[in-house]
């Protein structure tokens, strides 16, 4: 049995370090690591048959709470390029990729933090990491991968940036498709609560007001306080439903149900289950989340239905 292991920051640095240059020059795929699904997708889309992609964070894997295994120190230390999100999305080891190699990229490096990012004071960290709940703003960070593959393999750009512009076009479409459900939903019930504080930018880019029963990061535990709080916001509010993602146990969610039963006498119902939001991560390859597209469809089909319901 696989023993997971804590790696410290100097590990990794040193594997990052270790591994082979840009400027090698071997023939075959690219060999890239992306920390999560949504990633990963996109280093796909626009590098097609030109890199081979590995996910560090699979289906269901909550990336604030995630711990690399040994297997993971290997695919590091032999890819040519690392693409994460940044913002502290990965915790403590986004801190080591930021600093350890110029292999290194952040999708989230050519964001502004005054114009385009959401601050994240009020749960320690500056920014809210978040950003692919905004179509339009990530459809601006995988323009990040299609120049840095470009540099890497020169001989294929004008390829990465057909590609790029490919994936553009439909993340347009997406965007278009998602304001549409949206408006589909009367305005008194567009209110989104789900277990954590991942849907932020959604609710910015497409008019929803957004509460989470944890914060930004789920690596620390609910307080009963906030607990009660949101309890108090659905027992007050008409609120029909709230909804469980898939990279966060329901639990939290459920006990804030009880308390609503108990202290106010209303049934909300709570969305789990195949129904569950996608937030963090991915689906399973041939789900219906199995995409970065396919996430936001299944998301906004399921906010939608649940929202428009008598």
């Not at 640095?13 to 996109?42: E, K, Q």
């Not at 964070?57 to 993971?72: A, E, F, I, L, N």
């Not at 049934?267 to 991560?281: H, P």
Request: aromatic letters at 6%; hydrophobic letters at 40%; proline letters at 5%.
């Amino acid at each position: 049995m696989l023993t997971r292991v804590m790696v410290t920051a100097g590990v990794l640095t040193i594997l990052l370090g270790c591994s082979h240059s840009d400027s090698d020059s071997d023939s075959g795929p690219i060999p890239v690591v992306a920390t999560t699904g949504m990633i990963a997708d996109a280093v796909r889309n626009i590098g097609g048959d030109y890199v081979q992609v590995e996910t560090l964070m699979g289906p269901g894997v909550d990336p604030h709470r995630y711990t690399p295994t040994p297997g993971d120190l290997s695919r590091l230390a032999t890819a040519r390029l690392v693409v994460y999100n940044g913002l502290h999305l990965e915790g403590k080891m986004a801190d080591v990729l930021a600093h350890g190699s110029t292999r290194t990229l952040a999708i989230t490096s050519q964001l502004q933090p005054t114009t385009d990012l959401r601050s994240a004071e009020a749960d320690g960290l500056t920014h809210d990491p978040h950003v692919w709940f905004d179509v339009a703003l990530w459809s601006r960070c995988v323009e990040t991968i299609r120049d840095t593959l470009a540099t890497l393999d020169p001989a294929h750009a004008e390829d990465y940036r057909t590609n790029c512009a490919r994936y553009q076009r439909q993340l347009a479409e997406l965007d278009a498709e998602v304001r549409q459900k949206v408006d589909s939903i009367p305005k008194p019930r567009r209110i989104l609560v789900t277990s954590h504080d991942a849907f932020g930018y959604f609710g910015r880019a497409y008019g929803l007001e957004v509460h989470g029963l944890q914060g930004v990061s789920t690596a620390a535990e609910t307080p009963l306080s906030e607990v009660q709080e949101l309890a108090r916001f659905l027992g007050t509010r008409q609120i029909p439903a709230v909804f469980g993602e898939t990279s966060v146990p329901p639990k939290g969610l459920q006990k804030v149900l009880d308390t609503v039963k108990a202290e106010y006498n209303r049934e909300v119902q709570l969305i789990g289950g195949d129904q569950a939001l996608y937030s963090d991560a991915l689906g399973p390859a041939g789900s219906a989340g199995g995409t970065y597209i396919g996430m936001v469809r299944h998301n906004i089909t399921i906010i939608a239905d649940a929202l428009n319901r008598p």
